[in-house]
């Protein structure tokens, strides 16, 4: 690619000019944008970007250097708002995107838009905390009364990560000071919206606890009228139940496990106890339910649970259930916790705008995160997609695509763009989602050491999978995507 000097004319004019009639790989503009911010040419490197967005070579990763560099360049905020609003347009399709593409927005102080992102998200899964905490920090710091009645509801709903009681308590510090401030001002309608929201949040359909005494250890499980099993094991299950406590003897403090759900489904909860090992005092558990917990219909129920066979079960009708439809496949309760952290941390401990370096961004967001092209399992392998990941500038300062895939270990989302193009040169992207099938035998197990090391239980799930037939296809608009069934 030719150098950037200004001796060709108005560099608007001339990379407009330049990529009307070249396509030089994204590699070579990364290393030539990374050159001129170096140089603090920040005005070349933003029309070398333009032209380059506007003649449909369009990658992710231009986006967030066209705003860093208008940023750098002392741009109005409009502008940089506009090139950030534009990279979340074209990549945040699903709910980490969203969530990370509302993260970028506040660092770059773009807050009433980082909000509206959130409030997306949340749409896209109504049923994940991480949209309503963030969410919920961004309204406070903006005073936003309105917002926060819909945060705070939705911390109390969803929020049961390690660190749920601290979320909630930010929860209800946040609705109480709206509220407060709302009368203040004379909208006390609004404030007595707030009030009854978190009141309808604080309702739980039902909560059972689990007591006994000895040295033993009792498990609680607790299968769910559409299926789903909430335990120890899988301790946050679709069906809205969450398992908050293991516990076992002889520390009598100890000696509870504990199940709630905020959103059940209405039907019958079957609750299984089953001995684990040790000894149970007088081979009898008591298990406390409690219905509508904190509504203004609670009613409880106990029961005294003979174990002479080391196992009980009791069916709990729950006819007011208020969940409708499963959660979608989600994290596990510590997945919850990691992906919080990551992005609280995020936004709170990044550097302002002025003195980001590319070099400097957390690993997980940082440019150059290439996604393999070909991903292996014992029987599919998914082959072809651009990759988005580029290379660019010397060292180790690179430019590429925020990888929001980062999160748990996993890559980013290919992002395929293909030589489509509409209305004024817009290129059309295609995000195929990969998956990768195992097939044949498999097996999981789980190891737990009784508190006098005496006993290791073990959980073992085998699981058996054939692929019986694989079609060959290409994404429209590019050359990706071609499945094969491997020998």
């Known amino acids: 690619m030719p150098t950037a000097d200004g001796s060709a004319g108005p560099p608007q004019k001339y990379w407009r000019e330049y990529f009307s009639k070249q396509q030089p790989p994204s590699p070579a503009i990364a290393d030539l944008a990374l050159r001129l911010t170096t140089q603090k040419k920040y005005e070349q490197a933003i029309a070398v ?224 106890v089953r001995r684990v090992d040790g000894s149970i005092v007088g081979k009898r558990a008591q298990l406390n339910v409690v219905f509508n917990q904190g509504g203004a219909n609670e009613s409880s129920q106990t029961f005294v649970l003979k174990l002479d066979k080391d196992f009980a079960a009791v069916r709990i009708p729950v006819p007011n259930g208020r969940r409708r439809q499963l959660a979608p496949e989600r994290q596990t309760v510590e997945g919850h916790t990691a992906l919080l952290n990551k992005l609280i941390e995020f936004v709170a401990n990044s550097p302002s705008p002025q003195s980001i370096r590319w070099s400097a961004l957390p690993s997980a967001f940082a440019p150059g995160v290439a996604i393999p092209r070909t991903r292996r399992s014992s029987g599919v392998v998914a082959t072809g997609g651009n990759s988005v990941g580029v290379q660019g500038g010397a060292g180790s300062q690179t430019i590429g695509q925020f990888g929001v895939g980062g999160v748990g270990g996993g890559g980013g989302v290919p992002f395929v763009t293909g030589g489509t193009t509409i209305g004024n040169g817009l290129a059309v992207g295609l995000e195929p989602q990969i998956t990768i099938v195992p097939e044949g035998s498999m097996m999981t197990a789980a190891a737990v050491v009784s508190a006098d090391l005496r006993y290791v239980r073990l959980a073992v799930v085998p699981n058996f999978s054939t692929i019986s037939e694989v079609f060959t296809f290409t994404f429209v608009g590019s050359n990706a995507g071609q499945m094969q069934r491997v020998p």
Not at 184 to 190: A, D, L, P, T
Request: proline letters at 5%; glycine letters at 8%.
């Open 49 to 272: 970007l333009e032209g380059a967005l506007l003649n449909g070579q369009v990658e992710p990763w231009m986006y967030d250097v066209l705003a860093l560099a208008m940023q750098l360049a002392g741009r109005p905020k409009s502008d940089v708002e506009r090139a950030l609003l534009s990279r979340i347009d074209f990549s945040a399709t699903d709910l980490p995107s969203t969530l990370f593409s509302a993260a970028y927005l506040s660092r770059f102080g773009a807050k009433s838009q980082a909000l509206k992102l959130y409030r997306q998200a949340a749409d896209i899964e109504p049923t994940r905390p991480e949209a309503y905490v963030l969410g919920l920090r961004l309204a406070r710091e903006l005073k936003d009364y309105e917002a926060i009645g819909w945060a705070a509801p939705g911390v109390l709903r969803t929020a049961w990560t390690k660190d749920h009681e601290e979320l909630h308590r930010e929860a209800e510090d946040a609705a109480l000071d709206a509220e407060r401030a709302l009368k203040s001002i004379g909208r006390g309608s609004q404030s007595e919206t707030i009030r009854a929201a978190m009141a309808q949040a604080r309702t739980r359909d039902l909560f059972v606890r689990l007591q006994w005494a000895g040295d033993g250890d009792l498990d609680l499980s607790v299968e769910e009228p559409s299926g789903s099993i909430c335990s120890v094991i899988d301790p946050q299950s679709r069906g809205g139940g969450v398992h908050m406590h293991d516990g076992y003897g002889p520390n009598p403090n100890n000696c509870y496990e504990q199940y709630v759900c905020a959103l059940g489904s209405p039907g019958v909860y079957v609750v299984r």
